[in-house]
């Protein structure tokens, strides 16, 4: 019997791949032998992470993709199926922070489009093509899928004055349940991770202010910040068939942070 945790007939893509969490939860599927397709704007971005993943044994490539754009997502999804024949897991994790975070009064249309379409239409556009292709399988006889999203704790908090970031969050946890009542008579599990404070780009001008940090340090149980490696065991159990039951589910990573 192969080891719940071997991944080694599978593929995955992540969309965000090339740095931050997608590359933490990359760095672990690569380790269990599980093929990549980093997704990303940056090409520069895109080819250092490949480079990464490849040092540690895997079969990984990269698409410049942007997730806002159908086009774009449709393209890097028939490029990956052209370079590894299937695609069985798709972890929707690009994202943008809350642009212009303040009063919601104050708020612009565009800043509003711009959150939605990178943290939420980018989830449904990826979901989209992967469901499609893993339903095919499945009515093929081969019923395997794995749908991940990375959300965040600001979906379930008060995100004040970043109301636009917690609002696409939201709604991508509920198109999380909807699609895993709807896809699971094709084997497919869709679930969500709600990262708490992680040390990534997104925040680093954040993580450089004191205020911001002896206001929010004490306000997490294991009294520091996450790590894009903290996603790596997250990923490998969504990845893997260890999860073959569970579906629908919001998965928070954040040291204890939303229930303190
Ligand atoms: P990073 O800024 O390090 O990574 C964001 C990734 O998304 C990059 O790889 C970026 O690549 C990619 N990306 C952004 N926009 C697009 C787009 N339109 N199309 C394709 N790729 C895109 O941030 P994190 O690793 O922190 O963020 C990963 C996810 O985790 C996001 O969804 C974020 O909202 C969520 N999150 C993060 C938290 C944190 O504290 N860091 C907390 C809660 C949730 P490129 O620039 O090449 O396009």
Same mark, same amino acid.
């Given at each position: 019997m192969a080891h719940l945790f071997d991944l080694s007939n599978r593929v995955a893509v992540v969309t965000g791949g090339n740095g931050g969490i997608g590359l933490g939860m990359a760095e672990a599927l690569a380790g269990a032998g599980c093929a990549l397709s980093v997704w990303g704007r940056n090409a520069a971005k895109n080819a250092a992470a490949v480079d990464r993943l490849t040092r540690l044994g895997a079969r990984a490539e990269a698409q410049v993709c942007d997730v806002t754009s159908g086009d774009s997502v449709e393209a890097a999804f028939a490029a990956t199926l052209a370079r590894?024949?299937?695609?069985d897991g798709l972890f929707a994790n690009a994202g943008v922070t809350g642009? @212009?975070?303040?009063p919601f009064i104050d708020r612009k249309a565009d800043d509003w489009k711009g959150v939605m379409a990178a943290n939420l239409d980018g989830v449904v556009k990826t979901f989209q093509v992967a469901a499609r292709h893993m339903i095919e399988r499945a009515r093929a006889g081969d019923p395997f899928g794995r749908l991940i999203a990375t959300s965040s704790v600001a979906s379930i908090e008060g995100?004040?004055? @970043?109301e636009h970031y917690g609002a696409a969050k939201g709604a991508v946890n509920s198109l999380v349940r909807a699609l895993a009542v709807e896809l699971a008579r094709h084997g497919i599990t869709v679930n969500t991770i709600l990262p708490g404070w992680i040390e990534t780009d997104m925040t680093a001008s954040a993580l450089q202010n004191e205020k911001f940090l002896s206001n929010v340090t004490p306000r997490i149980p294991m009294r520091r910040f996450g790590q894009p490696a903290d996603f790596g065991g997250i990923a490998l159990y969504l990845m893997s068939t260890a999860s073959a039951y569970h579906t629908g589910q919001a998965l928070v990573i954040d040291g204890g942070y939303s229930i303190y």
């Open positions: 590894f024949g299937r695609v642009a @212009n975070p303040g995100a004040a004055y @970043n």
